[in-house]
Nanobody, 121 residues
Framework: QVQLVESGGGLVQPGESLRLSCAAS????????MGWYRQAPGKERELVAT???????NYADSVKDRFTISRDNAKNTVYLQMNSLKPEDTAVYYC???????????????WGKGTLVTVSS
């Protein structure tokens, strides 16, 4: 089975930085898109940033000037560098991987268990 292992979450003060990592393991698929989503208490899960194998990135407007997503294709790992963190960034952050399969259904979404990021003074 495909497994996503997230790390890097924690408690930080406003203005500080944090870097999240997510490593994918397991065979039977080729990774297409890797990304990060987050869910704050009482709110729906929202997209934070995504990156394709070719390096094309997409960011939510609320984070595009502060966060940077990157990936190491050889290690099947995606990173999220979060700078100038704000209290409103507080959420559980989930790693997401879209894998391409050789058989039906030809693509699958995989999700990590989530890592909590708390920004508070």
């Amino acid at each position: 089975q495909v497994q996503l292992v997230e790390s890097g979450g924690g408690l930080v003060q406003p203005g500080e930085s944090l870097r999240l990592s997510c490593a994918a393991s397991g065979g039977g698929f080729s990774i297409h898109v890797m990304g990060w989503y987050r869910q704050a208490p009482g709110k729906e899960r929202e997209l934070v940033a995504t990156i394709t194998r070719g390096g094309s990135t997409n960011y939510a407007d609320s984070v595009k000037d502060r966060f940077t997503i990157s990936r190491d294709n050889a290690k099947n790992t995606v990173y999220l560098q979060m700078n100038s963190l704000k209290p409103e960034d507080t959420a559980v952050y989930y790693c997401n991987v879209v894998g391409l399969l050789t058989t039906y259904p030809y693509n699958m979404d995989y999700w990590g268990k989530g890592t909590l990021v708390t920004v508070s003074s």
